[in-house]
């Protein structure tokens, strides 16, 4: 069975992108373009990655992914933020996985997404 | 007409006090001088108009004589700029006329012992309070003499013969100088006083203008950082799709392309790439200018440093067919403190540059220690060279060496300029030896134990 990438991006022609270089990286992917349905989403899915965009409206990104990091249940999960900011890319990238910051190239992102894939 | 216009202006040369356009205090004082001087006049004038209704003798036709002689020699010594010395003159030769006159008429009995108080006046508002106690024991003096001279029968009998009338003109004339003089004086003092308080109010004005100004360019200057924040955001998001797109094409996610199809996709890509670095160069400059950037000092093996170095400019150096070598001197200590992100950052903009600036031969990074404070990474290229023209300015922002530089190399010229700045922020120094023809070598040399850091 193939791992599970939650794609969280409200941009959707980057959503799309993210989504392409995941499963062309073997994942099984699931993109949701709203922050509070992402949250949701997350109680009932346990994914091996999510790539996190931090710039969301209606939810701070950085809070989502605080959630996650103190979710026992996601522990496993691997996250991926992706933003612009570089500033904010250096101030989390201790507490991540991976920062991607935009603009992310798709051939990179998915050599980085297949490295990550468990078991690799 | 035209004559008697240079007659007008001759007189009024004539009279005119002269004007010291670098010092005010002199100037004051020569115009107040001249006033004295004409006062002088105009009680020798009337003197003699009296003298010739009382007493006929040509006593007072000589002093007016002698008075304007005075004030022409005066005028000639304050233009040239004796202002002071003019000032002693005229008090001195006041005395002497006083001392004349009282003894002329008949000794301190005379109503004209009073007139020494104005020449006291004169000399303590125009020159000092010294010269004033020194004229008033002077006065003193000369009155004892006169008294004693009198007592013992040695005094000349009188010129001037003192009746109550001429006693009244005299005392009167010597109120209307005195009271001419101190009106003066005080006037000229609150003038004084005066400008120092508007030129008081204009600084305080000027001050709080300053003020002012220095806080619409600190809000400018934040205005500006909040606006390349935001426009960052904004290009970055729609560029990062263009890419993303190009390489979805590119990588064959919706179906394979034709050759020229690639091709173009790739040119997408390329431009995308493009624009992204000018992007990134804008807002680290941005970012180090208001000091944004992350400076924290850790402790990292210098091995691991030069490990990713290759990792990346490797393929670059490749690509272009130069050697590439990175060389540790072994006098060096295996880990280095220091704020890594920033000396990563400064090694890779300036080994960016080599590797765009050199088409053949090769680009070498050598760590050396450099005295027993410093350190330093010195990036030597083989490239065009940099003339000792615009070394002087190559770090200053927008310096590009030529325009098509910028045409071939893309960036908007700000390279440098923010490894100079990356290294002011880090308490290091970067120097530049480079000759044409030779290639250039870039040398941050950089502190062992960094600034805020215990030893």
């Known amino acids: ?120 | 007409m035209v004559a008697s216009k240079g007659l007008f202006e001759q007189l009024q040369q004539l009279i005119a006090p002269p004007v010291f356009a670098d010092d005010e205090d002199k100037t004051r004082l020569a115009a107040m001088f001249n006033v004295v001087m004409f006062g002088l006049l105009a009680a020798s004038f009337a003197f003699i108009v009296f003298s010739l209704l009382i007493f006929h003798n040509l006593i007072a036709p000589v002093i007016f004589i002698v008075m304007l002689l005075a004030r022409q020699i005066a005028m000639v010594l304050m233009r040239r700029g004796y202002v002071q010395l003019t000032g002693a003159l005229l008090v001195s030769f006041l005395w002497i006329i006083f001392v004349f006159l009282t003894v002329a008429s008949g000794g301190v009995d005379s109503s004209h012992y009073i007139s020494f108080i104005t020449v006291i006046l004169i000399a303590g508002l125009m020159l000092s309070g010294q010269v004033a106690l020194i004229f008033a024991g002077l006065s003193v003096f000369a009155g004892l003499v006169m008294l004693l001279a009198e007592q013992n029968g040695l005094f000349p009998a009188a010129l001037i013969p003192v009746t109550p009338f001429s006693a009244w003109i005299s005392v009167s004339a010597n109120f209307i100088l005195g009271a001419l003089f101190l009106y003066l004086a005080v006037e000229n003092m609150r003038a004084a006083l005066e400008r120092a308080r508007r030129n008081e109010h204009d600084l305080q004005l000027k001050v709080f203008e300053t003020r002012q100004l220095m806080q619409e360019i600190q809000d400018a200057y934040e205005y500006k950082s909040r606006l390349v924040a935001r426009v960052n955001h904004e290009l970055r998001t729609p560029l990062g799709s263009t890419l993303g797109m190009a390489e979805l094409l590119k990588y064959g996610v919706y179906g394979s392309l034709t050759p020229e199809q690639t091709e173009a996709a790739q040119k997408i890509i390329n431009n995308a790439q493009r624009l992204e670095r000018i992007i990134n160069e804008m807002l680290e400059h941005s970012r180090i200018e208001s000091g944004q950037l992350s400076q924290e000092i850790v402790s990292f093996p210098i091995a691991g440093l030069i490990q990713g170095l290759q990792a990346t400019f490797d393929p670059l150096a490749q690509e272009k067919g130069l050697e590439f070598t990175l060389e540790l001197d072994g006098d060096m200590p295996e880990t280095i403190t220091g704020p890594q992100d920033g000396i990563i950052q400064a090694l890779s903009s300036l080994l960016d540059n080599a590797f765009k600036f050199t088409e053949s031969g090769a680009v070498r990074v050598r760590f050396f220690r450099q005295d027993a404070e410093h350190w330093a990474f010195s990036v030597t290229d083989s490239g065009a060279g940099i003339p000792s023209a615009a070394q002087a300015y190559i770090f200053e922002p927008f310096r590009q060496m030529d325009e098509s530089a910028t045409r071939k190399h893309g960036g908007i010229g700000l390279g440098l300029t923010i490894v100079k700045q990356l290294v002011d922020e880090m308490g290091g120094q970067i120097t530049l030896r480079s000759q044409v023809g030779q290639g250039s070598t870039f040398t941050v040399s950089l502190p062992f134990q960094p600034q805020g850091v215990a030893p």
Do not use: W
């Open chain 1, 1 to 120: 069975m193939k791992p599970l990438a939650l794609i969280v991006e409200d941009y959707e022609d980057q959503a799309i992108i993210f989504t392409k270089a995941l499963e062309r990286a073997g994942y099984e992917t699931e993109t949701i373009l709203d922050g509070q349905l992402a949250r949701q989403r997350l109680t009932e899915i346990a994914p091996d990655v999510i790539v996190l965009d931090l710039h969301l409206p209606n939810i701070s990104g950085v809070e989502l992914f605080r959630q996650i990091k103190a979710d026992a249940r996601l522990k496993t999960a691997r996250v991926f933020l992706a933003t612009a900011d570089a500033a904010m890319a250096d101030r989390l990238k201790d507490e991540c996985d991976l920062v991607l910051l935009k603009p992310i190239s798709f051939s990179q992102l998915t050599t980085l997404a297949a490295r990550f894939r468990p078991g690799e």
